[in-house]
């Protein structure tokens, strides 16, 4: 694949909502020891999505934030790319919501993209290869989820709320996305039907062939591209479906604790799917300073997963950080619910 | 298409955006928009500017809803509030994201984006603001 030059990630934001419920005390209610669960998943709590948010409410608050710390002209957004495997409408995309709460619409292109977990960074490849071809100026990529777990299923310890939206051009660059490259097979290792509300998946099956083969086989593969070693990384981040999928990956492709640390937001928020690996993107650019080189790899079941080689720019010193939350305050920013209220949000007692 | 939606549709500015508009005559701002002035009446013909207003205000006086109308019902309790904009419009707009004890009269609040309301599991959603603490 060839070296994509000056065109990155322009501003960036994130959005988590606001409520957490913790690992024990969903394991309270289905008679298991929550401290022993919450251990070996590496999970303390996770985020849930209020009565009145939803994967578009959060692309927009997102969205906005990435707007609030840069000075672009909403107008020109040429693409927006909204990947989500809880879109609000199985018909009508969340992208036309997103455009016009922002105030991209009308002259725009428009798709919402579901690859499970890694629709978002789907989306970031393409908003890269349209700035890249000089079709249009910028290009908006949003990954987030509300994700459902049946009730008493393993993922309800889970299955997370938040997302994060990148603006990709070709002008001041905050970070350049130097490579990116995907890997892809017939993996059926989770997967919801058509018309149905809970997601299923193959047990024991999602780990080695699927999240780990597809992760390290595409991470490879852009090292190679890219000529580069784990220890040149300042940063890197992986999907995150629970806290120790991510620390293995990391250790078996020879990344170091603290290299994921920043971004490895799971134990507090739990699994974002479409959100996850772009989130823990969003809080290494918190915190990024020039000359910082990200490594990121994404995994949606199915399955594939896209890796990229980032680069932190000197313009990223006059981006308006300090104009929207940083991943961790939000992080911080939490009221704690019980399962009764949790089922009473999620619609639990209305379903189906 | 029901009138609901066709309604909410052409209010979408207004509920996504804080377009309200100003009279070229006395300056006044409204939101939601006049289609003319009623202070100056004939003499704002024409002259109504849409304007994008800030989103941002302080809370004038608010109430506790214990008992919701029938799309709210499972979110009670919860803070109704009015809120003076900075550009002044006064407008009624749910508060989120804090604790009942929290709302407090001249509280600093920004807009939020979030589902107003729905058309049961197979309507048309409603997206629009509330309001929450300003940080
Ligand atoms: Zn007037």
Redo the contacts between chains.
Sequence with gaps: MAIMEKVGIVSYGANIP?WRIKVEDIASIWGKDGKVISKGLGINEKSVP?????T??IS??AA?AALKRCNINPQDIGAIYIGSESH??AVKPTGT?VG??I?ATPDLMVADYEFACKAGTAAIQSCTALVKAEMIKYGLAVGADTSQAAPGDALEYSASAGGAAFIIGKDNVIASINHTISFTSDTPDFWRRAQRKYPSHGGRFTGAPAYFKHITSCAINLMRNAGTKPEEYDYAIFHQPNGKFPVSVAKELGFTYDQIKQGLLVPYIGNTYSGASLIGLASVLDVAKPGDRIFLTSYGSGAGSDAFDITVTEKINDLFRENA?SVFQMVEDK?YIDYGMYT??SELLFWE | MGEGVARFWREIPQRYNFIGDRCGSCERIFFPPKESCPFCRRKSMGKMKEIKLSGKGEIVTYTIIHVGPEDFEEQVPYPIAIVKLEEGPQITAQIVDCNIDEVKIGMKVESTFRKIRQDGSTGAIYYGYKFKKRC
């Design positions: 606001r209020s009565f009145d948010q939803d578009a409410t927009v608050e906005r609000p409408y919501i016009e709460a105030g939350p009221e009473k949000v």
